[in-house]
């Protein structure tokens, strides 16, 4: 992970995840993401996507249970897993409606895989 990139409380989180779950270190089915927004408030998110058919299996219940613990513990607004067809569909329309709403402000969004 780039700590020139990636803020190291962040950075801290993710080396957290890759310890406690190494599988999702390389498993293509996982991708982790850093959502930062300062409109109307400085606020930083995670999100562990995955496919559908994996977001109820035990191994991905105990995972959300572990990013809801480290939403509180690194100061996030939120840290959960959700599903590929949740990111793409819901999530990424609802950033893209933000970027359209501060465009041209001096209010920043941001999204970006983190591995």
Same mark, same amino acid.
């Given at each position: 992970?780039?700590?020139?990139?990636?803020?190291?409380?962040?950075?801290?989180?993710?080396?957290?995840?890759?310890?406690?779950?190494?599988?999702?270190?390389?498993?293509?089915?996982?991708?982790?993401?850093?959502?930062?927004?300062?409109?109307?408030?400085?606020?930083?998110?995670?999100?562990?996507?995955?496919?559908?058919?994996?977001?109820?299996?035990?191994?991905?219940?105990?995972?959300?249970?572990?990013?809801? +613990? *480290?939403?509180?513990?690194? %100061?996030?607004?939120?840290?959960? !897993? @959700?599903? /590929?067809?949740?990111?793409?569909?819901?999530?990424?329309?609802?950033?893209?409606? +933000? *970027?359209?709403?501060?465009? %041209?402000?001096?209010?920043?969004? !941001? @999204?970006? /895989?983190?591995?």
């Amino acid at each position: 992970m780039n700590t020139k990139v990636h803020p190291k409380r962040i950075k801290s989180l993710v080396d957290l995840l890759y310890t406690e779950y190494p599988i999702i270190r390389s498993h293509p089915d996982y991708r982790i993401y850093y959502f930062f927004t300062d409109y109307p408030e400085e606020s930083e998110y995670i999100f562990v996507v995955t496919i559908q058919y994996l977001i109820y299996s035990d191994f991905a219940q105990n995972l959300n249970q572990t990013l809801n +613990l *480290y939403k509180d513990m690194f %100061g996030l607004k939120e840290c959960s !897993l @959700i599903s /590929e067809h949740d990111f793409e569909i819901i999530l990424k329309k609802e950033i893209e409606e +933000l *970027y359209d709403k501060i465009r %041209g402000s001096s209010f920043n969004a !941001l @999204i970006y /895989e983190i591995w």
